[in-house]
């Protein structure tokens, strides 16, 4: 049958964990066996650039008000490429016209994998529990998540595959001297030296991400005790920065907040980092690839108990769990590792070690590729 040939459907390649995850994958295929295409419905997204040279990209610019009719665009170029996978990723994101237009064209293999997010209207979740049904494989990130699919959407645990988020260990971990990364920060404009604690906060800024949390802890801190030498550096953008920003302006915490937007150097940035500060609501984040990241940088994490947090994080050991807006329970445990070096050295070995234990990229890879090969030995035979 030659190539199996893949095309993942996603609305963009946006800057986010799961657009991380697609291009990961797509990267690692085994080129001698898979074939993988990227289909974005609204536009491309600047994690293309990070995609190989010989993965193709089509993208729609799919017009607001026609999502309704939008499979049949689906179906046409499902048609022309002629698949023997579609992977949709997210029923909350794309995958109705993904899962909708290979059901028309007949794509032989219809794959729907979930990161975290649903529709949450009754209409919305009838609709989502019968795509479930139209797929070959239901996938999810994480066990936790596989117990939201199930609760929410109604979707047998045993028609639930989990396949977890990998990070490239090779490319996460510590390498970069502290004051080299910080001086170059301070030629761009950013006020960053190499003796103060840094609270890293890594992804998109919006609600639920909840990172007014985190502003709210930092206020803490300084007036318990102003002679503190801690920053909050966020990495990522988004339609909270307004609100954000203006927090800290009010707080008078501009000198100690830094807003680093979009960089595609975070592997870098990560080695000036003492602490990685998850603060998403519980039910959004599926399994965060920046948590993962962090981690293989040996960096302790400090994340609120949401759905993929608590697989990767043991408490005490290798981070914290605090639940979601306890903002005394994240200043206790800022302190704690402000104050304690041994302990935040050590919980970032433990860190690392679980990352290579169970997250790596080429673990994740090989996942999604022996579910493949299944898929099609069990649809040829």
């Known amino acids: ?7 993942h459907v996603v609305t963009s390649l946006g800057v986010g964990g799961m657009e991380n995850g697609i291009v ?3 990267n690692g295929h085994n080129r001698e066996v898979f074939k993988p295409i990227v289909c974005c419905l609204k536009s491309v997204g600047p994690m293309t650039c990070r995609l190989r040279e010989d993965v193709k990209v089509q ?3 799919m017009p607001e008000g026609r999502a309704i009719l939008f499979p049949l665009t689906l179906r046409y170029i499902f048609m022309q490429e002629k698949p023997h996978i579609v992977h949709t990723h997210g029923l909350a994101g794309g995958g109705y016209h993904g899962i909708v237009g290979a059901c028309l064209a007949r794509v032989p293999i219809i794959v729907n994998g979930e990161h975290g997010s649903f529709f949450n209207k009754p209409h919305q979740i009838v609709l989502q529990r019968f795509l479930a049904r139209l797929c070959d494989a239901n996938l999810s990130v994480s066990g936790s998540l596989k117990t939201k699919i199930t609760e929410i959407l109604g979707v047998p645990a045993d028609k639930i595959t989990v396949i977890r988020n990998g990070v490239d ?6 390498h970069s001297p502290r004051d080299e990364i910080c001086q170059r ?5 950013f006020a960053i030296d190499d003796t103060t604690f840094n609270i890293f906060s890594i992804g998109s800024l919006k609600k639920e991400k909840a990172q007014l949390m985190l502003l709210r802890a930092l206020k803490d801190v300084y007036i318990s005790d102003p002679s503190v030498k801690i920053r909050v550096i966020f990495v990522g953008d988004g339609s909270d920065r307004t609100t954000l920003t203006g927090y800290a302006k009010e707080a008078g915490l501009e000198k100690a907040v830094i807003f680093l937007g979009n960089r595609s150097d975070v592997h870098e940035l990560l080695n000036i980092a003492d602490v990685l500060v998850s603060t998403s609501i519980a039910k959004h984040e599926g399994l965060s690839n920046v948590m993962l990241e962090a981690m293989s940088t040996n960096v302790p994490v400090i994340a609120t108990r949401s759905v993929g947090a608590v697989e990767v994080i043991v408490d005490g050991i290798n981070g914290f769990l605090i639940e979601p807006g306890d903002v005394r329970a994240l ?3 800022l302190m704690l590792v402000y104050n304690n070096t041994s302990l935040r050295d050590e919980m970032g070995v433990q860190a690392r070690r679980i990352i290579l234990e169970e997250y790596t990229i080429t673990k994740m890879v090989q996942g999604y590729e022996q579910l493949y090969l ?6 040829t035979h």
Do not use: A, P
């Not at 920060?185 to 404009?189: F, I, P, R, S, V």
């Open 331 to 333: 200043v206790d445990r």
């Open 1 to 7: 049958m030659g190539k199996i040939k893949i095309i």
């Open 59 to 61: 993208c729609l610019d």
């Open 24 to 26: 990961n994958l797509c």
């Open 185 to 189: 920060l301070h030629h761009e404009g």
């Open 374 to 379: 299944d898929l099609v030995s069990r649809k």
């Open 169 to 174: 260990t090779n490319k996460f971990y510590r």
